[in-house]
C-alpha cells in the first residue's frame, strides 16, 4: 500500500516534528491492516464516466474542448465561494453558471437555458466506468457498507444511479444538499460521519478528485485515490494509504484487509 505523506514527503525521521521512523511505521501498519467501517464514494468521474457531459460542454464552448478543465475549476471555485459566503445552489446550476462564465470570458455567446442543458441533460445519463460494478460487487460480498456522497443534489444522484445502474450497491446516498456546504469543506466529512454513526477514522472516501481526497484526510478519514487520467494528488495534503488507476485495484487492497 502507499506510505502517507509522514513518510513520503520524508519527514517521518526529522527531529522538529517529534516522530521517529518506528512510530510513524506503526501507525501506518495499524492503519493499513484495520477495515474501515464503512466506504464513502465520490460520484462524478470516480463511479460514472463524464466523457459525454465533456463532450456536451465541450460543444457549448463552440468546440474549445481545451477550456474544459478552466470550466471545472471554475465550477469547483464558485461552489466554494457559495459555501464560504453562506449559501447554497445545487452543483448542477452552479456548473451551468460557471459555463457562462468561461463562454462569456472567450467571446462565445452562450444563453443560461443552453448553459443548463450542456451540463444537467447528459450529467444524469452517465454510465459507470468499465470497472465499477464488478469492483462495488466484489467489495459487498467481502462485507463492506457502501455509501455514496456527492455534492450533486439528492435528486440529482438518485437518477444517476437508476440511469447507471449502481443503486442495488450503495446503502446510502448521501447529498450535501442536506447540509448545505460542499467537500471539501471539513464540515461536510464530518456530517456524513455523523450520518453513518462512525468515527472519522474509521471512514475510508474513495473519490478520483485530489481536492477531495485532501479534504477527507484533513476531517481525520482514510483515503483511496482513483488516479484516473488527469487526476492528481494535491503536493500540500497527506498522501492516501491507497493510490490505484482504477476501482478493481483499490478493491483488491481493501479486501486483502482481514
Known amino acids: 500500500m502507499k506510505k502517507t505523506a509522514i513518510l513520503g ?22 492503519a493499513i491492516e484495520t477495515r474501515p467501517k464503512v466506504l464513502f464514494f465520490d460520484v462524478n468521474e470516480t463511479l460514472l464516466d463524464l466523457t459525454a457531459m465533456k463532450e456536451s460542454v465541450g460543444n457549448a464552448l ?26 447554497y445552489n445545487d452543483f448542477g446550476i452552479i456548473g451551468s453558471a460557471a459555463l457562462q462564465m468561461v463562454a462569456a470570458n472567450h467571446g462565445i455567446s452562450l444563453t443560461e437555458t443552453e448553459a443548463r442543458e ?28 457502501l455509501v455514496s456522497f456527492t455534492n450533486s443534489s439528492n435528486i440529482g444522484v438518485e437518477t444517476q444511479f437508476k440511469n447507471a445502474g449502481l443503486t442495488a450497491y450503495f446503502e446510502e446516498r448521501l447529498s450535501i444538499e442536506d ?31 485530489g481536492w477531495d481526497i485532501a479534504g ?18 494535491y503536493p500540500l495534503a497527506p498522501n492516501p494509504e491507497i493510490n490505484e488507476s482504477d476501482l478493481n485495484l483499490i478493491a483488491d487492497k481493501l479486501i486483502a484487509i482481514k
Not at 522538529?16 to 511505521?25: I, L
Request: with cysteine; hydrophobic share 45%.
Open 9 to 30: 514527503m520524508g519527514i517521518a525521521a526529522t527531529p522538529q516534528f517529534g516522530f521517529t521512523a518506528s512510530q510513524s511505521e506503526e501507525k501506518i501498519v495499524e
Open 62 to 87: 463552440g468546440g474549445r474542448k481545451d477550456l474544459l478543465p478552466l470550466w471545472f475549476t471554475t465550477m469547483l471555485q464558485y461552489s466554494l465561494v457559495t459555501t464560504v459566503g453562506g449559501q
Open 118 to 145: 450542456a451540463v444537467l441533460t447528459p450529467i444524469r445519463s452517465l454510465p459507470a466506468h468499465q470497472e465499477v460494478k464488478a469492483a462495488l460487487s466484489r467489495l459487498k460480498a467481502a462485507g463492506y457498507k
Open 179 to 209: 447540509m448545505g456546504k460542499f467537500k471539501p469543506h471539513t464540515d461536510a466529512y464530518k456530517w456524513a460521519a455523523r450520518k453513518m454513526g462512525v468515527a472519522p477514522e474509521e471512514c475510508m472516501l474513495i473519490a478520483a478528485h
Open 216 to 233: 477527507g484526510i484533513w476531517a481525520g478519514w482514510r483515503g483511496a485515490f482513483v488516479s484516473r487520467p488527469g487526476a492528481q494528488l
